[in-house]
Each structure stands twice: as C-alpha cells, then as structure tokens.
C-alpha cells in the first residue's frame, strides 16, 4: 500500500528537502548528494517513493518535479514558511496576542524567517536590547550602522531619551509612534528631556489615537524587534528578534498601518 501523501512530504526529512531543491529546476543526483550531505544509497529508496507517488521523475541522472509535483510544492513552501517562524518557538508565540496584526501581513508572518525568541538576562532588563542598540554605538569598532530607525511603542526605556540623543548626533532619523498615554507621560514628567528631541529636523513623532494591543515594534536597515503580550495581556521581558530582508519588508509595512491613522506632533 502506498503511503498517504501528506506522509510522503512530511515524514521524511529527506524527501522534503528534496522536493524543495527541486522548486525551480531539475538536479543531477551528484548534485542532490551534494546538497543533502548524504549517500546514493541512502538517497534513492526516498526518490523512489517521490517516483511512485508520481512527484518527481527520472530520466538519466537526474530528477524533475512532475506537475502534480510542481503544484504540490508551490503550495507547501508558504505553508513550511509559516511553520519555520512558529517553529522558532511554538510555546512563545503560542501564548501571544498577535490580533494587532492586520490579516494581510498575519497571512505573511513567514518572511519573519530566521526570526529568534531571546529572553533576556536579568541584567538586561531595562536596558535596550544590544542586538539592537549596538547599531548605534558610534564608538563601538565595526559596529553596524544605521540611518533610519521606525518604532511603534506603548512603552520608553528610562534612558530612550539619552539613546534618541545618541542616535540624532548619529545623523540617524526617527520615525516614532506612540500612544497618547505616552505622549501624556512626556508632557508631565520628561518634558525638559525631550522638547529639544522633538525640536530636531530628524526627529518625527506620531500619536496613535486608538490602543496599541503590544509593548513595542521596532526597525532598522539591520534588524526588526517585536516586544509582545502574552494572550492574558502581561509583558515577559521576552521579544523577537529577526535579521531577514524579507522581515524588515514586513516590519516597514506594518509601521505603515498605523501611520495612516496616527497625527504628527510638532511639539513637547
């Protein structure tokens, strides 16, 4: 009896990665080999039940996907996307509220790829992330440098405006948007610290007139970084942190969704 399909794709590791080296053209089996680190013999007991389930065929050398083959694997690369971030760790972001992400880029939180979970050390914890804050330390040697910086945030560190400061002497530009509540808070408390700030040409600040349902959203030209509630609505210390073209794409589009509905603020 023939195995389900569903098996023949995802319960062999091997299998996978074949008919993902074979999305966009055909391969040599040296080349496969070569590819998956792995032996002939080992190898072709896999292809043949690609064969058999009519996925891939053979012909020389070398192997093609069929097109039965060619439709099943454009449809389970975005599906094996998805799973890859979720994967990253399933017990973080299956305790989140995500709602605050509208549906057009949820359907797309697989170009979050090679995105990492990291909690903190103890030390850290009021401190900006240095994965993040290191791309503006000037007198760091070969630190990465930025020239823009997009945050989305209910929430300042005790020492953001010294790190905003640090940043504009960078020739870095801010685009920031925050909650009334903060923009209160500043009013109130840190109004000496930030009139200067909000006065550079650099500086852009933004109001979302409605609830942020997350801690904070923010990214550069190197790297996106998601702080998140859990599903109760409590805040771990814990984020995400993500490298990829593809995420920082993402990220941009989702400062751009609550810009449309947030208004500049000229002034403290």
């Known amino acids: 009896m023939k195995k389900a399909l569903l098996d023949v794709l995802f319960a062999s590791d091997k299998r996978k990665k074949v008919l993902l080296l074979l999305q966009e053209e055909s391969k040599e089996t040296e080349t496969l080999l070569k590819s998956l680190e792995t032996t002939r013999q080992a190898l072709l007991p ?16 070398a192997y093609e996907l069929t097109p039965v083959g060619k439709l099943i694997v454009d ?5 094996l996307g998805t799973t890859d971030v979720f994967d990253s760790d399933i017990d973080y ?49 070969n630190s990465r440098r930025a020239e823009t910086f997009y945050g989305v945030t209910a929430f300042f560190y005790p020492n953001a ?17 925050v909650t009334q509540d903060m923009v209160d808070k500043i009013q109130s408390n840190d109004r000496a610290d930030y009139a200067e700030i909000v006065k550079n040409e650099l500086f852009h600040l933004f109001v979302y007139p409605k609830k942020i349902d997350f801690i904070s959203i923010g990214f550069n030209e190197h790297c996106l970084l998601m702080r998140l509630l859990d599903s109760k609505g409590n805040y771990d210390y814990m984020y995400v942190l993500s490298s990829s073209q593809s995420a920082l794409v993402w990220g941009k589009e989702l400062f751009e969704y609550y810009l449309k509905d947030s208004v500049p603020v000229p002034k403290i």
């Open 75 to 79: 449809e389970m690369v975005p599906l």
């Open 46 to 61: 896999q292809m043949k039940i690609l064969e058999e389930n009519h996925l891939v065929f053979h012909y020389e050398d």
């Open 93 to 141: 972001w299956g305790t989140r509220k995500l709602d605050f992400i509208p549906p057009h880029l949820f359907k797309r939180i697989k170009e979050l790829k090679e995105c990492q979970v990291i909690n903190p050390a103890i030390q850290d914890l009021y401190a900006l992330p240095q994965e993040f804050y290191g791309t503006y330390d000037l007198s760091a040697e």
């Open 161 to 177: 405006a010294k790190v905003f400061t640090e940043m504009l002497h960078g020739q870095v530009e801010i685009n920031l948007i």
